[in-house]
């Protein structure tokens, strides 16, 4: 039974990370220039 349970919770875990890396493949990631601006931007807010 223990077996079983463990199988099943593994063979979830496996099938939950590739539909997760499956739907972040389609994200795009904002590029490192901006990721600073935008750093700067919302560090010079907190300042005023």
């Not at 904002?30 to 990721?35: I, T, Y």
């Amino acid at each position: 039974m223990a077996f079983w349970l463990i199988l099943l919770i593994v063979f979830g875990v496996v099938i939950g990370n590739l539909m997760l890396l499956k739907h972040t493949a389609k994200m795009k990631m904002p590029s490192l220039k901006q990721r600073h601006s935008e750093h700067d931007d919302d560090s010079s807010k907190k300042h005023d």
